[in-house]
């Protein structure tokens, strides 16, 4: 049974930063693709960042930066440093994983809310 949980969302203001963990089970994690996805109220669930198995890394435009996504393979974990943070980075935040690509398993999300 594949499980991804999230940890690590929250109220921060605008300029703060916070970090997002994933643990994974149920998969030989570094064999598989990671990522996060957010999806804001009223809005699409869109990528925010990706890691290839082999550490490759990928970000959307809007968080390049500001954003680190990395992945601790001893750990089954995956986490996302996020910095700089804006009112407009508010949404949950969810992990995902893939053989190839992101988006086969998906983690429950965490809410980060972005907000003085």
């Known amino acids: 049974q594949v499980q991804l949980v999230e940890s690590g969302g929250g109220l921060v203001q605008p300029g703060g930063s916070l970090r997002l963990s994933c643990a994974a089970s149920?998969?030989?994690?570094?064999?598989?693709?990671m990522g996060w996805y957010r999806q804001a109220p009223g809005k699409q669930r869109e990528l925010v960042a990706a890691?290839?198995?082999?550490?490759?890394?990928d970000y959307a435009d809007s968080v390049k930066g500001r954003f680190t996504i990395s992945r601790d393979n001893a750990k089954n974990s995956l986490y996302l440093q996020m910095n700089s943070l804006k009112p407009e980075d508010t949404a949950v935040y969810y992990c995902?994983?893939?053989?190839?690509?992101?988006?086969?398993?998906w983690g429950q999300g965490t809410q980060v809310t972005v907000s003085s």
């Open positions: 149920g998969i030989i994690f570094r064999r598989y693709a």
């Open positions: 995902t994983a893939g053989p190839l690509v992101p988006g086969q398993y």
């Open positions: 890691i290839t198995s082999g550490g490759s890394t």
